[in-house]
C-alpha cells in the first residue's frame, strides 16, 4: 500500500508540473468503496487523509469505527434525497449534488444541525443516459438555485466521463467541465466560490490534472480491484 501510494502522488506532482501547476493544489480522494475498514486503516498509516465513499451505510460503519482518526469524507456517489440526512452528518464535501429538490433537501437537513454543508455540482457533461449529473445546459439554474440555501456552499463541480482505454479520449470532457466552471465563474453569482473541479480517476486522473483538475478520485490504483 505505501508503495501504491507514493506512485499515485508522484504521478500527481508530474502531471501538475507539466501543466505548470502546484502540485499542492491537486488533492487526493483515495476512493475506498467496497473496501474494509482495514484498508482504509493501512492507506491512513500510508500518509492519507481523504477518502471517497459511494454508499451512505457502508460509509457510516467506517467513519464510526474511524472515529477520532483524523479522516476526512467525502460522498461521491448518487445520492437520494431520503438519505440527505445521513449526508450532511458524515461528510465534508458531497461531490454529486444533481437536481434542485436534491440541493434543497440537503439544504434543510444541513439547517437542523447548524451546518453549512460544502458541495459540488455532478455535471453529465457526456450526456450519457446511464450517468447521473445535471445536464451542461440546466448547470447554471442548479448552481444560481443552490446559491440562494443558506446552508449550502458551492465550491466547484465534478464529472465522470465515459470510459476510454486511451485518456486522451476523455480529456475533452475535462476540458469542457473546466470551461463550464469558468463561465459560472464570470457570472460572479453571490456565494458561489467554483475554486473546485473534481474529475479524474484511476485511468485519467493525469488527463483531468493538465485540465484543471483540484481533486482527483483515485480507487483501484491504490486499493486494488474491487469485486
Ligand atoms: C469508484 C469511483 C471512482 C474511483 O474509480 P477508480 O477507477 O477505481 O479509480 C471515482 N469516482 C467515482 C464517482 C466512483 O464511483
Not at 20 to 43: E, F, M, N, W, Y
Not at 209 to 218: D, F, M, N
Amino acid at each position: 500500500m505505501k508503495d501504491r501510494i507514493a506512485e499515485i502522488q508522484n504521478r500527481i506532482a508530474a502531471a501538475a508540473e507539466q501543466a505548470g501547476r502546484s502540485p499542492d493544489d491537486i488533492r487526493l480522494v483515495a476512493v475506498s468503496k467496497t473496501k474494509p475498514v482495514a484498508s482504509v486503516q493501512k492507506a491512513l498509516t500510508g500518509g492519507l487523509n481523504l477518502f471517497g465513499e459511494n454508499y451512505i451505510q457502508e460509509a457510516r460503519e467506517k467513519v464510526d469505527a474511524l472515529s477520532g482518526s483524523g479522516a476526512q469524507w467525502h460522498f461521491i456517489g448518487h445520492l437520494q434525497s431520503n438519505k440527505a440526512k445521513y449526508a450532511v452528518k458524515l461528510f465534508d464535501l458531497i461531490h454529486s449534488v444533481d437536481s434542485p429538490k436534491l440541493a434543497r433537501e440537503l439544504n434543510k437537513q444541513a439547517a437542523k444541525i447548524d451546518k453549512v454543508q460544502p458541495v459540488l455540482v455532478q455535471v453529465n457533461i457526456s450526456a450519457e443516459a446511464t450517468k447521473s449529473g445535471t445536464s451542461s445546459e440546466e448547470t447554471v439554474d442548479l448552481v444560481t438555485a443552490i446559491s440562494d440555501l443558506p446552508n449550502l456552499s458551492l465550491q466547484g463541480l465534478m464529472t465522470m466521463p465515459p470510459f476510454f482505454d486511451d485518456p486522451d479520449r476523455a480529456r475533452p470532457y475535462f476540458q469542457e467541465l473546466r470551461q463550464l466552471r469558468d463561465h459560472i465563474r464570470s457570472l460572479t453569482i453571490p456565494g458561489v466560490a467554483m475554486h473546485e473541479l473534481s474529475m479524474g480517476m484511476t485511468g485519467d486522473f493525469e488527463a483531468a490534472i493538465a485540465e484543471g483538475a483540484t481533486l482527483v478520485r483515485i480507487g483501484t490504483a491504490i486499493f486494488g480491484e474491487r469485486s
